[in-house]
């Protein structure tokens, strides 16, 4: 499979999620200088302050987007083969303790999103070396278990598959 394509898609989903940020930091910023009569103002401060907050929080936001997208134009996996361990760029089909299933890209940023294989060729969800499951699926070989805990509860998978 072309990992290629995958992260090009997910820096394409990151790119979009920039803009949005973007586009709500300058709807807070006017909000929080044009969104009251100077006689409102006084009595409207808090408002005003509450939409400036907002609006810095979506910069920051969007800038960490940007920054992640920056990590991921130099981001190239290796194909993986064999009895390969799962590492960074690694796709991985785990299968939980209930039976299902579920493939995973493990890339440095982009955590959650999901993805489509080329030519609609499977679905991906993102997770990362930091995430609870890409810490626990790190080194693993097909075969072997993982198990991290999520929201407090132990969750346990088989690798079935390391590509």
Request: hydrophobic share 45%; aromatic share 4%; charged share 30%.
């Amino acid at each position: 499979m072309d990992k290629t394509a995958l992260v090009d898609q997910l820096i394409e989903k990151l790119r979009a999620s920039a803009l949005v940020a973007e586009a709500e930091r300058d709807a807070a910023a006017i909000e929080a200088r044009d969104g009251a009569t100077p006689g409102e103002r006084v009595e409207t401060s808090r408002s005003a302050l509450e939409f400036s907050r907002i609006a810095r929080a979506q910069a920051l936001r969007a800038q960490e987007i940007r920054i992640a997208i920056e990590a991921l134009r130099e981001f190239r996996p290796k194909p993986l083969q064999g009895r390969a361990r799962v590492e960074l760029g690694a796709l991985v089909e785990v299968e939980d303790e209930e039976g299902h299933g579920q493939t995973l890209f493990l890339a440095p940023v982009g955590a959650g999103q999901e993805l489509i294989g080329p030519g609609g060729d499977g679905f991906f969800t993102v997770v990362t070396p930091k995430s609870p499951i890409g810490s626990a699926l790190l080194g693993k070989r097909e075969g072997d278990g993982a198990s991290a805990r999520i929201r407090g509860a132990l969750r346990e998978w088989t690798v079935l598959w390391v590509g």
